[in-house]
């Protein structure tokens, strides 16, 4: 692995019950305790909603599959909506092998993402 995955925050979105962040990097069993400590970092409790920009994630593997589920179900338990943005051909082949674009909200950029999220008035 010569490219670990960061997570950074990379825009204020305006909203506090709204967390963007964006993976950049390759991600596999060898960093995934680290990303894991990252996102309970960045993730805090008033975020009901998530916006994963994973434009810059060159790989993951089923370790990957597993923290975005994850992920998904403690934003679910929130009531909030997970969605996943600017996805490339790596990242996208395989969550459509593995049937996961239908689990969530995919968008082609972060900023519809964002448009797409429940306002804060309303329910999911």
Request: glycine letters at 6%; one cysteine or more; charged letters at 20%.
């Given at each position: 692995m010569t490219d670990p995955v960061r997570v950074t925050r990379?825009?204020?979105?305006?909203?506090?019950?709204?967390?963007?962040?964006?993976?950049?990097g390759q991600?596999?069993?060898s960093n995934a305790q680290r990303l894991r400590g990252d996102l309970q970092r960045f993730l805090l409790p008033e975020h009901s909603h998530l916006v994963l920009d994973l434009a810059g994630l060159s790989f993951a593997d089923s370790t990957g599959v597993r923290i975005i589920l994850a992920l998904?179900?403690?934003i679910l338990q929130r009531d909030g909506v997970i969605a996943l943005a600017a996805l490339n051909d790596r990242v996208s082949r395989l969550l459509e092998i593995t049937?996961?674009?239908?689990?969530f909200s995919v968008h082609p950029s972060t900023e519809q993402a964002l448009s797409a999220l429940p306002q804060p008035h309303q329910s999911v």
């Amino acid at each position: 692995m010569t490219d670990p995955v960061r997570v950074t925050r990379p825009l204020a979105t305006g909203r506090d019950d709204v967390c963007v962040l964006a993976w950049a990097g390759q991600l596999d069993h060898s960093n995934a305790q680290r990303l894991r400590g990252d996102l309970q970092r960045f993730l805090l409790p008033e975020h009901s909603h998530l916006v994963l920009d994973l434009a810059g994630l060159s790989f993951a593997d089923s370790t990957g599959v597993r923290i975005i589920l994850a992920l998904r179900r403690e934003i679910l338990q929130r009531d909030g909506v997970i969605a996943l943005a600017a996805l490339n051909d790596r990242v996208s082949r395989l969550l459509e092998i593995t049937g996961l674009t239908q689990a969530f909200s995919v968008h082609p950029s972060t900023e519809q993402a964002l448009s797409a999220l429940p306002q804060p008035h309303q329910s999911v």
